[in-house]
């Protein structure tokens, strides 16, 4: 698209709003190494807990969550996650997310080893799509969210936004 055609385009067309949703950060043991497959190198990171706090919705993750990591030749990661949250009011929320950690070969492997890493030096986004039968979020079976991620030793950290 030339900058002409973006020019035309209206306003609502030209930038993304978000809105703050929540904090997520997860608990993740140690990855399941299933190693170079006839696709992709793939790792698994089980994730057995964790919390999520918002304005509009908070509670913890529950036990059975996964994230099957693909490995590209680059070390950048591709995520697949599948969580479901519980909410302090008692709703469950089933939550999906896809996601690319890329970086700098030496930033990856300090990740990679649980070292701490400033969250500037590599680029971590995620797209999110969330499932319930709670009357009260059901707002949120028609929201996309885009979550901006930190990954720390024990678990990654995000900041997730509903697109508006």
């Not at 990171?45 to 693909?70: I, K, Y």
């Not at 909410?87 to 990679?112: F, K, Q």
Request: proline content about 6%.
């Amino acid at each position: 698209m030339t900058a002409n055609s973006a020019d035309s385009l209206p306003d609502a067309l030209k930038e993304i709003r978000t809105k703050p949703l929540f904090v997520m950060r997860l608990n993740v043991l140690p990855l399941q190494v299933i190693g170079a497959t006839p696709g992709p190198f793939r790792r698994v990171g089980v994730v057995p807990g964790g919390t999520f706090e918002g304005e509009r919705l908070s509670g913890v993750l529950l036990e059975g969550g996964a994230d099957w990591q693909d490995v590209r030749r680059d070390r950048s990661v591709t995520l697949n996650v599948r969580l479901v949250l519980h909410t302090t009011d008692g709703a469950l929320i089933g939550m999906t997310y896809r996601g690319l950690r890329r970086g700098p070969a030496e930033v990856l492997a300090r990740l990679d080893h649980g070292e701490p890493v400033d969250p500037a030096e590599y680029y971590f986004r995620t797209a999110c799509f969330f499932e319930t039968a709670a009357e009260r979020y059901a707002w949120l079976n028609g929201i996309v969210a885009i979550g901006l991620g930190h990954r720390l030793a024990g678990g990654p950290v995000y900041s997730m936004f509903e697109v508006l």
